[in-house]
């Protein structure tokens, strides 16, 4: 009897996994950490819809979000004299680190600096008050974490159909490329390849009608994917080949020789279909007319003005080596280039379209040491847990990595950490991702017991 009620206390409906029981260890837990179902079930629904309205509904993931934070800010104070509670301070460090990296180095900026934009805040901010909602998600049942995963796939299934639906006559081209009415075509690409593949990347957690989950998470793949392809984003498909070979690690497409084949060949025959396809012939022709048209001296093309624009970066960082010019002043620093001739006038930005090249002038070597803890701090928890043999955690640990490596990725030709949008759900992500992983380690510690 006890070694049934074992086997039953820690089922997260995943293969070989027990089933969570209202006696069993687990819920006695829940029950101590006062995290009653209700709750959980509302986290569960915030978390399915954070992800589903990112690119659907302006503000969706921020109202899901700030939703989540005042249940982690209640539920913090509930729990003052719980020290379990707040026992993953200390069990994370690099993650509280790294997500509060960015925004304590604007603060002692700002400070040094004499400076008062509140507004500079704002995106960095969400990594940080993402910690009490990590703290608040972590209590609940491992198996409510799947919501995540097909909130992804249904914001993904939902851009493939606007992608359709909203096509022009004659298809998707540079003129005419696909976003909506609060942000522009690379972030939107971005975060549709991210959705797109996050589904299949918690595949693993789909035990019931495993089958059907899989094949409706390859269409939110193949939907997600051909958004992002109406978008015409060039730098987020880098990602691509990332996201390829960290799904064939997760499952196992190298196992051996075979699988490795057949493997290649699928990828072989996408990638050679895709490049017969017009939108990516002409966005690589349009890549080496860039390259042709900047040789020549002309730099008003969209790879010419990232290359001045990083090249003006890297003068203005050694003109201030330890803070930068200041966050929120890259524009006026530009302009001063400017007029001393240093870089053409019509490159002038607001951002260097690149989260390394905007923090290193912007906020010098004290703002890349942060950007690189938040790196870190955002995967490393994600990889030690990568080769896990429970098949739930290694689902959330390779799902957590796809999230730090496509903020990583996309970061080298676009500025991912500006848009509160992007920020937000990255955050939020990143949380429940490492928070699913505490919470199914915590019920088979239970269950052991």
Known sequence: MEATAIRQACDVGVPDTPKFELDSPVSLILKNMRFSPVAAWSAAVLLFLAPALNLIWRGGTGYCFFLLLAM???????????????????????????????????????????????????????????????????????RSFRAVGWGCAVGALVLGALALLQRPAGGWTDADRLNNDYTNAIPYGDTALLLAFLSVFTIGWDGKYRKLAACLKLVALIAGGFSSYSSGTRGGWVAIPFFLVMLGVQYGWFANAKRLAVAGAIVVVATVGLFSTPRIEQRVHDFSADISRLTNGDPNTSTGIRLELWRASVHLFTEHPVYGVGKGRLESSMEQLSKQGFMPELVVNERAHSDFFSTLAESGAVGIVCLFAFYFGSTVY???????????????????????????????????????????????????????IDAREREISAAQR
């Open 72 to 142: 982690a800010l209640y539920a913090a104070v509930r729990n003052r004299h719980v020290s379990e509670y707040f026992s993953p301070l200390r069990e994370y460090p690099w993650y509280v680190a790294g997500m509060c990296a960015l925004l304590v180095a604007i603060i002692v900026q700002q400070a040094i600096y004499g400076m008062w934009k509140p507004r500079q805040f704002d995106a960095y901010s969400r990594f940080a008050l993402a910690i009490p909602i990590f703290l608040m998600l972590r209590q609940m049942p491992a």
């Open 382 to 436: 994600f990889w030690r847990r990568r080769r896990s043999t429970d098949p739930f955690i290694r689902t959330a640990a390779w799902s957590g990595m796809a999230v730090s490596a496509s903020t990583i990725v996309f970061g080298l030709t676009i500025d991912v950490l500006v848009p509160i949008m992007v920020t937000v759900l990255v955050a939020l992500l990143s949380a429940a991702f490492l928070a699913a």
